[in-house]
């Protein structure tokens, strides 16, 4: 079974970096398409990345392309989000999510983990 758990999260400068991993205790995350949604105060949850289970396919929603990075280490059923050029409007709640469906993990997934708070100051 799928338990995601996510970390990295925090505060940050805008203009900084930082990196989410979402790990999965099920060890079975290498099986799944994964993403990453993000939810802002009294804002609706947005998908922001996703990631196929080879890794060979990605898509990002436009306001973060050229900025965010989502890869996967199969061996470690580990998925990454690599945020840079972070502004104050990337603040949220990020979630890590994973489904069997590569077009589902976008929209929405089965699993997800319990989300991690990134905050950027300006």
């Known amino acids: 079974q799928v338990q995601l758990v996510e970390s990295g999260g925090g505060l940050v400068q805008a203009g900084g970096s930082a990196k989410l991993s979402c790990a999965d205790s099920?060890?079975?995350?290498?099986?799944?398409?994964a993403g990453w949604f993000r939810q802002a105060p009294g804002k609706e949850r947005e998908s922001v990345a996703r990631?196929?289970?080879?890794?060979?396919?990605?898509i990002y929603v436009d306001s973060v392309k050229g900025r965010f990075t989502i890869s996967r280490d199969n061996a470690k059923n580990t998925v990454y989000l690599q945020m840079n050029s972070l502004k104050p409007e990337d603040t949220a709640v990020y979630y890590c999510?994973?489904?069997?469906?590569?077009?589902?993990?976008?929209?929405?997934?089965?699993?997800w983990g319990q989300g991690t708070q990134v905050t950027v100051s300006s």
């Open positions: 999510a994973a489904d069997n469906s590569f077009v589902r993990v976008g929209l929405n997934p089965d699993y």
């Open positions: 099920g060890r079975t995350l290498s099986n799944y398409a």
């Open positions: 990631i196929s289970q080879s890794g060979r396919t990605t």
